[in-house]
């Protein structure tokens, strides 16, 4: 999945952090958050439906290609 840190945040998502001071980790056994990312194919991915079908480890990577 990825998503352009220059997309605007979607209504009521939490802005991007500029600096590692800011970076808030989402815990173990925390909820996770609400995303609608893109796959590599380009199709749209809810994180929601897919946690919704199984269990899901998610790793978030921030990272530039």
């Not at 995303?35 to 439906?49: F, I």
């Amino acid at each position: 999945l990825s998503m352009a840190a220059a997309d605007p945040a979607p209504t009521g998502a939490a802005p991007i952090p500029a600096t590692p001071a800011e970076i808030r980790p989402i815990l173990i056994g925390a909820e996770a958050p609400g995303l609608v990312l893109e796959n590599s194919a380009g199709e749209e991915v809810d994180l929601g439906r897919v946690l919704e079908m199984r269990s899901t480890i998610l790793v978030f990577y921030r990272a530039h290609w």
